[in-house]
């Protein structure tokens, strides 16, 4: 199959233009320093203490989100692509780069943005003023002090990812379309390596579970998930730019996901799934008090599975690796490495098939749950 030149085009232009985003950490201060101590000789010639490895701050920076990519270190200095920040502050809309924060996430260098003070810390931006008043606990569930930081709508690595994915999925398909309007034989390509995909979702998933009148209505939605989530659980496996990113680890992105799933379930319940929550068949009517509130925590207990289940295989997926990659760093010698990179390769092939197994599990769930909203009962 041939593919048009214009997507090649438009992706060579995007790289182009993001060049100004690439950059070395930059030593010199913007606007506002905390503290601004100048290096005696004597400093300079003090060799510094070498700092302990720590694996658990290399697994959390790893797996949580970021406002930058960092690619690598050349010459003692990070190289990293800067991702745009947008704020609603209480002055209005900002928009910068992250590359004014210096890599500092300790809020430790303030930055002055049209007369506001910002400091980030665990990659949550705050006012400064109201970022010291916070206490140790207050800092830790920083994201839901709203009332110390402004609304943050940044293009994190998360973010970017997603965009990544839904650009991955629109020319995968839109190349497929192509195929059928040019092939109306056999498929081939892209297209014949999708449409067993296709197929198996329709067939084993979408059929089975919401029944052959309404399925395919909700196969859009089917399809969508499937594809999505497994291309973002492969982009997480990928160690380097633009991918490494960790979506569907993210614990905000499987709630979306799962909010998702309980809406379109809630609003294609027919009579007989809300009978059955109202008023359940067989049930004597004063234990009705006991069994309502126990379906309503049952319609709950749905979604909030869903959203566990993806995000803990796929966060444990990545703590493991990681943590056998530390080892080679924690007992510091080379004699471990062989040992660590061969069961870092073995976990690796195996996350690539949870990557498709958590994208079916999910799918299937999600169909199964519509189902049941969408069955009818036959009423003797």
Same mark, same amino acid.
């Given at each position: 199959?041939?593919?048009?030149?214009?997507?090649?085009?438009?992706?060579?232009?995007?790289?182009?233009?993001?060049? #100004?985003?690439? &950059?070395?950490?930059?030593?010199?201060?913007?606007?506002?320093?905390?503290?601004?101590?100048?290096?005696?000789?004597?400093?300079?010639?003090?060799?510094?203490?070498?700092?302990?490895?720590?694996?658990?701050?290399?697994?959390?920076?790893?797996?949580?989100?970021?406002?930058?990519?960092?690619?690598?270190? +050349?010459?003692?200095?990070?190289?990293?692509?800067?991702? =745009?920040?947008?704020? +609603?502050?209480? *002055?209005?809309?900002?928009?910068?780069?992250?590359?004014?924060?210096?890599?500092?996430?300790?809020? $430790?260098?303030?930055?002055?943005?049209? &007369?506001? $003070?910002?400091?980030?810390?665990?990659?949550?931006?705050? @006012?400064?003023?109201?970022?010291?008043?916070? *206490?140790?606990?207050?800092?830790?569930?920083?994201?839901?002090?709203?009332?110390?930081? #402004?609304?943050?709508?940044?293009?994190?690595?998360?973010?970017?990812?997603?965009?990544?994915?839904?650009?991955?999925?629109?020319?995968?398909?839109?190349?497929?379309?192509?195929? @059928?309007?040019?092939?109306?034989?056999? #498929?081939?390509?892209?297209?014949?390596?999708?449409?067993?995909?296709?197929?198996?979702?329709?067939?084993? /998933?979408?059929?089975?579970?919401? &029944?052959?009148?309404?399925?395919? $209505?909700?196969?859009?939605?089917?399809?969508?998930?499937?594809?999505?989530?497994?291309?973002?659980?492969?982009?997480?496996?990928?160690?380097?730019?633009?991918?490494?990113?960790?979506?569907?680890?993210?614990? @905000?992105?499987?709630?979306?996901?799962?909010?998702?799933?309980?809406?379109?379930?809630?609003?294609?319940?027919?009579?007989?799934?809300?009978?059955?929550?109202?008023?359940? =068949? &067989?049930? =004597?009517? +004063?234990?009705?008090? !006991?069994?309502?509130?126990?379906?309503?925590?049952?319609?709950?207990?749905? #979604?909030?599975?869903?959203?566990?289940?993806?995000?803990?295989?796929?966060?444990?997926?990545?703590?493991?690796?990681?943590?056998?990659?530390? %080892? /080679?760093? !924690?007992?510091?010698?080379?004699?471990?490495?062989?040992?660590?990179?061969?069961?870092?390769?073995?976990?690796?092939?195996?996350?690539? %098939?949870?990557?498709?197994?958590?994208?079916?599990?999910?799918?299937?769930?999600?169909?199964?749950? !519509?189902?049941?909203?969408?069955?009818?009962?036959?009423?003797?």
């Amino acid at each position: 199959m041939v593919f048009s030149n214009k997507p090649v085009q438009f992706l060579l232009v995007a790289l182009v233009a993001s060049i #100004p985003y690439f &950059g070395f950490a930059n030593p010199a201060v913007d606007s506002l320093s905390i503290a601004n101590v100048a290096v005696t000789e004597h400093h300079a010639e003090a060799t510094p203490e070498k700092k302990p490895f720590d694996a658990t701050e290399l697994i959390n920076t790893h797996i949580g989100d970021s406002h930058e990519f960092h690619i690598a270190d +050349w010459g003692g200095h990070p190289i990293s692509f800067y991702l =745009p920040v947008i704020l +609603w502050t209480n *002055t209005g809309l900002e928009i910068f780069s992250s590359e004014r924060f210096h890599h500092d996430n300790e809020a $430790k260098h303030i930055i002055d943005v049209n &007369g506001q $003070k910002l400091v980030r810390s665990n990659e949550v931006i705050y @006012y400064a003023d109201k970022f010291e008043k916070l *206490t140790v606990e207050e800092r830790k569930n920083g994201a839901f002090e709203f009332d110390a930081r #402004p609304l943050n709508f940044s293009i994190t690595k998360n973010v970017f990812s997603m965009f990544i994915s839904a650009i991955i999925m629109f020319l995968l398909f839109l190349a497929v379309a192509r195929s @059928y309007k040019k092939n109306q034989l056999a #498929p081939k390509g892209i297209a014949g390596f999708l449409e067993p995909l296709v197929t198996f979702v329709r067939d084993d /998933i979408a059929r089975p579970n919401i &029944g052959e009148k309404k399925y395919e $209505k909700y196969m859009p939605y089917l399809l969508t998930i499937f594809f999505f989530i497994w291309i973002n659980n492969l982009i997480g496996l990928i160690p380097f730019f633009p991918f490494s990113s960790n979506l569907t680890g993210n614990i @905000y992105f499987t709630f979306v996901m799962a909010l998702i799933t309980f809406i379109i379930t809630t609003l294609s319940g027919n009579k007989d799934y809300w009978g059955h929550i109202f008023n359940t =068949p &067989g049930v =004597p009517f +004063w234990l009705a008090p !006991i069994m309502i509130p126990v379906e309503l925590i049952g319609m709950l207990t749905k #979604p909030f599975a869903l959203m566990i289940r993806l995000f803990a295989n796929i966060t444990a997926g990545h703590i493991i690796i990681l943590s056998l990659v530390s %080892l /080679i760093f !924690i007992f510091e010698t080379v004699v471990v490495s062989p040992i660590s990179g061969a069961f870092v390769l073995f976990m690796s092939v195996l996350e690539m %098939l949870v990557a498709a197994l958590q994208a079916y599990v999910f799918t299937l769930l999600s169909a199964l749950f !519509i189902g049941q909203a969408v069955a009818e009962h036959d009423h003797h």
